[in-house]
């Protein structure tokens, strides 16, 4: 029995899938996971998503669909959280290539359904970015989740859209969404983040964590990204939502933009034009700055008083917890050390480490 889970953003929400295929299903044989390889720039230094040419040790799957088994590597300089995860992980993680627009993701979907006759298919967003119109003013990367939701529309087979944590990207805010969720279908737990804990030991994904953290009873407000956003993780945090799959389509307007593009070149210029930005030209620009950036390992003697000070302004703003990555930027660290910071900080203040957040009040 296969199931298809369809991790609507990439990066995060294939972590998520594997938690709710065990939530959801008992973790019963391996699930075929379908998921972008675009990973921040801490992991992955150039701009964009990854395509199948970007690696080398693909698995054929069908004849547009590979799999990204343990042995694959991503070619310099790009980087890839996939390998790993399907080293952790008992899925099959088939790479979603985006480069040939909706057209080439629909193909994908189509293959991967005749193949394997999936039992269910379901479409995981973290967040519900999927809900976005497109102009919402805190709206940072809708892209990957507008692409998948054109494609998914089009394929001839019953599909489920899930949104798990409402709001816990820090893009849209719960109470915009709220409206327009469907019925809880399961509310993670403890429990359920278990099967995939040690991944959230090194997985970048602040959504992920976040989800991971709340189903674990973590509570307050947490603070992501490089700008700093602020994000409540209440009781809705571990909530997973049946959303109207039709009803999403016809609010998100770049999903309707893209609808039949062959390139991703297009998606992008759409993205432009509905949302007046692509998340792309974003991180080619941070790249941009980042390139020259001195990687060295983080000094305790320098890191953890430039951590009090820190701590001590969030308090100020009311954050009880950040993340990993938001450490990193915030303490002015390369993000390839972000691994060697966690390191140093749970060593030096286990009592800090709420796993898997970094509390601060």
């Given at each position: 029995?296969?199931?298809?889970?369809?991790a609507?953003?990439?990066?995060?929400d294939?972590v998520?899938?594997?938690?709710?295929h065990?939530?959801?299903?008992?973790g019963?044989?391996?699930?075929?996971?379908l998921?972008?390889?675009?990973?921040?720039l801490i992991?992955d230094?150039?701009?964009?998503?990854r395509?199948a040419?970007?690696f080398t040790g693909?698995?054929?799957?069908?004849?547009?669909v590979?799999?990204?088994p343990?042995?694959?590597?991503?070619?310099?300089?790009?980087?890839?959280?996939?390998?790993?995860l399907?080293?952790?992980?008992?899925?099959?993680f088939?790479l979603?290539?985006p480069?040939?627009g909706a057209e080439?993701?629909?193909r994908?979907?189509?293959?991967?359904?005749?193949h394997?006759d999936p039992?269910s298919?379901?479409v995981?967003?973290?967040?519900?970015?999927?809900?976005?119109?497109?102009?919402e003013?805190?709206?940072?990367?809708?892209?990957a989740?507008?692409?998948?939701?054109?494609?998914v529309?089009?394929?001839?087979?019953?599909v489920?859209l899930?949104?798990?944590?409402?709001?816990?990207d820090?893009?849209?805010?719960?109470?915009g969404l709220?409206?327009?969720?469907g019925?809880?279908?399961?509310t993670?737990t403890?429990?359920d983040?278990e099967?995939?804990?040690?991944?959230?030991?090194?997985?970048?994904?602040?959504?992920?964590?976040m989800?991971?953290a709340?189903a674990?009873g973590?509570?307050g407000?947490?603070?992501v990204r490089d700008?700093?956003?602020?994000v409540?993780?209440?009781?809705?945090?571990?909530r997973?939502?049946e959303?109207?799959l039709?009803a999403?389509?016809?609010?998100?307007?770049l999903?309707?933009a893209v609808?039949?593009t062959a390139?991703?070149?297009?998606?992008e210029?759409?993205?432009?034009e509905?949302c007046g930005?692509s998340?792309?030209?974003?991180?080619r620009?941070k790249?941009a700055?980042l390139?020259?950036?001195?990687?060295a390992?983080?000094?305790?003697?320098?890191v953890?008083?430039?951590?009090?000070?820190?701590?001590?302004?969030?308090?100020?703003?009311?954050?009880t917890h950040?993340?990993?990555?938001?450490?990193?930027e915030?303490?002015?660290?390369?993000?390839?050390?972000?691994?060697?910071?966690?390191?140093?900080?749970?060593?030096s203040r286990?009592?800090?480490?709420?796993?898997p957040l970094?509390?601060?009040?």
């Amino acid at each position: 029995m296969t199931r298809l889970i369809v991790a609507a953003g990439g990066g995060g929400d294939a972590v998520a899938a594997a938690m709710l295929h065990a939530a959801l299903y008992g973790g019963e044989g391996r699930a075929v996971i379908l998921t972008y390889a675009w990973d921040r720039l801490i992991v992955d230094p150039v701009p964009g998503p990854r395509g199948a040419r970007d690696f080398t040790g693909l698995e054929p799957v069908t004849p547009a669909v590979r799999a990204v088994p343990a042995g694959a590597r991503p070619i310099a300089p790009a980087g890839s959280t996939l390998p790993r995860l399907a080293a952790e992980l008992p899925h099959t993680f088939a790479l979603l290539d985006p480069y040939r627009g909706a057209e080439g993701v629909t193909r994908q979907l189509e293959e991967l359904v005749g193949h394997f006759d999936p039992e269910s298919i379901d479409v995981l967003d973290v967040g519900g970015d999927t809900l976005a119109r497109g102009d919402e003013p805190t709206l940072k990367s809708p892209l990957a989740d507008a692409l998948t939701l054109a494609a998914v529309c089009q394929v001839n087979a019953s599909v489920r859209l899930l949104v798990a944590g409402p709001g816990l990207d820090g893009e849209l805010s719960p109470d915009g969404l709220r409206p327009l969720l469907g019925p809880v279908v399961h509310t993670l737990t403890a429990g359920d983040v278990e099967r995939i804990s040690t991944v959230l030991e090194w997985h970048p994904s602040e959504a992920a964590a976040m989800l991971a953290a709340t189903a674990r009873g973590v509570r307050g407000t947490c603070e992501v990204r490089d700008a700093g956003l602020p994000v409540a993780l209440t009781d809705e945090g571990p909530r997973v939502h049946e959303v109207d799959l039709d009803a999403a389509v016809s609010r998100n307007r770049l999903a309707q933009a893209v609808m039949t593009t062959a390139a991703l070149d297009e998606v992008e210029a759409h993205s432009r034009e509905v949302c007046g930005f692509s998340e792309i030209d974003y991180e080619r620009a941070k790249a941009a700055r980042l390139k020259d950036r001195p990687s060295a390992p983080p000094d305790p003697d320098a890191v953890l008083p430039r951590l009090e000070r820190f701590e001590a302004e969030a308090r100020g703003r009311g954050v009880t917890h950040t993340t990993f990555r938001h450490l990193t930027e915030a303490l002015d660290i390369d993000g390839s050390r972000r691994g060697a910071l966690r390191r140093l900080l749970v060593d030096s203040r286990p009592e800090r480490y709420d796993a898997p957040l970094w509390r601060i009040a």
